[in-house]
């Protein structure tokens, strides 16, 4: 029953955060949306505020910042997420390869590192991925998210069904539901055993991160 509130809470948050970006555009310019969705995503975000009014919620600290800038296919983000008290402790670092699909659609293809604690804190220092290449990550298959932008100018998907597998504590899959908007980012991981019984994530909505810092 939680996911209808979650919803509708969602709803109201894509509206307040694109109001003024739908103020600002233009009609008849064409935007080029993997350039735009990634620069939505690109900075230090925090749930801060969501964590001071709902205990069920951490304090999580999400940064995203762009690397090997001369790709010409796809634009490519360093991500890293922290419990806020334990910065030089990130629970998650990945690899996002977003680019545009024959059939519309945005997809934000999910990449490992071999070594993730050599890059602890790598969006303070992005050249040191100027040593390694796409060929050194390790592809999390059926984990990518599939975005389109909406009426208000957010980007909004998922993973697919059960695609992406998971085996931390006791899963077997798991879903991720994402919008992007300006100035947010509003994400809901959660894990699955084989019976489609929930055993990790939030259970009564997604984290809402509120940008705090541009990284440019």
Known sequence: MWRPI????LSSLILTACANRQLKKSPVNQVDEVSELAQLMTGKFSST????KDSLFYDIS?????IWETDQSAK????????AKAMKKPYRQRVY??????????ESRVYTLANPKKYIHAWEN??????INADSLMIREGCAVFLQKNGEGCYSGSTKEKDCQSSLRGATYATSEVTVCEGVVLSWDQGWD?????VWGAETGGYVFKKV????
């Open 49 to 52: 505020e969501q964590a001071a």
């Open 194 to 198: 084989k019976t489609d019984k929930q």
């Open 76 to 83: 490519w983000l360093y991500v890293e997420q922290a419990v």
């Open 62 to 66: 999400l940064v995203m910042h762009p």
């Open 97 to 106: 390869r977003i680019s545009k699909m024959d059939d519309g659609r945005i």
């Open 126 to 131: 992005p050249t040191i991925f100027n040593n």
């Open 6 to 9: 979650f919803l509708l809470v």
């Open 213 to 216: 810092m541009d990284k440019k």
